[in-house]
């Protein structure tokens, strides 16, 4: 995929192109459909189909009091996109010259002159330009005018559940990410690195791992059965856990964490650069104050049981159907 982080670098032979714009956060299963649509269209044209998308997003220009948190951060988002067969990724810095601009303009110099779009897809609530001005009718309005022709998309709906961002965004907040997994197509995951101070070193011996500060969406707080993926490359591993985010009332604590206990650990090169991937399955339970230490660690234990019997039942079920295939 070619990856364009403004519009300068979109080279003056690109195109022509069918084209959809939006935010992507989630890159969702509203968002595979449409993107995988745009990528058939495109070589059914035998042209260039691209994706263009915003950087910050749009919210934290034009309402930068709600801190809106992203499902995806950008980097998994382009990973996400380039995993539809999308040509090329416009990424265009979001700023509030960006945010003024008119949606006639916005077509002509962006649409038109730079990727020479002939077909666009969107979303039938895709608005864009100065507030928000124009809406899907108004696009096609510019369209026949600046010669490219629009694709609108009904939402999609699973489990009489809207497939949104926002909706995502809702379930991962309150914590069913059981829920958030079905609308995004996979389980939510987030990335980072090992919290500093921790003394990780050539050999990390003990298997409870907590992740850095991470700025984007975390569910709620509460316990979780995760994996969590280490490293990159060859050396990779993916160990099952279980997850506490949260302040370890318990203990007095105020600061929020995010704990992973490690069920199949080993001992494993770590350094606070390494790579973590932390994957939501299942929520067991909300976050509780215990009356003591001693209850925690009971609590801690029927936790970890219930975590190595999906595990296990997820096995089972995975080698089944293996077998049927």
Known sequence: MQLFRQLADVPPNFGPSVATIGNFDGVHRGHQWVLSEVVARARSLGITSVAVTFDPHPARITRPESRQPLITPLDEKIRRIAATGVDALLILPFTAALARTAARDFATNILQQTLHVRE????????????????????????????????????????????????????????????????????????????????????????????????????????????????????????????????????????????????????????????????????????????????LREQIGRDVHRAQRYFALASALYRTQSKST
Do not use: M
Not at 174 to 186: T, Y
Not at 238 to 251: E, M, Q
Not at 252 to 272: K, Q, Y
């Open 120 to 295: 666009l897809h969107e979303g039938e609530n895709f608005r864009f330009g100065y507030q928000a001005e124009a809406g899907v009718q108004s696009l096609k309005a510019l369209g026949r005018e600046l010669g490219f022709t629009v694709r609108v998309y009904a939402p999609r709906h699973l489990r009489r559940r809207a497939i949104s961002s926002t909706t995502i965004r809702a379930l991962i907040a309150e914590g069913n990410v059981s829920q958030a997994r079905a609308l995004l197509g996979r389980p939510f995951s987030i990335a980072g690195t090992p919290a500093s101070g921790r003394g990780y070193g050539t050999r990390y011996a003990v298997p409870t791992i907590n992740l850095a500060p991470y700025d984007e969406l975390l569910p709620a707080n509460g316990v979780y059965i995760t994996t969590l993926t280490v490293g990159t490359g060859p050396c990779i591993e993916t160990f099952d856990a279980v997850t506490n985010i949260g302040t370890r009332p318990t203990f007095g604590a105020d600061a929020l964490t995010v704990e992973s206990h490690l069920l199949n650990f080993h001992p494993i090169e770590l350094t606070e650069a390494t790579p973590l991937t932390l994957t939501f399955l299942r929520r067991l339970r909300p976050e509780i104050h215990w009356p003591s230490p001693e209850a």
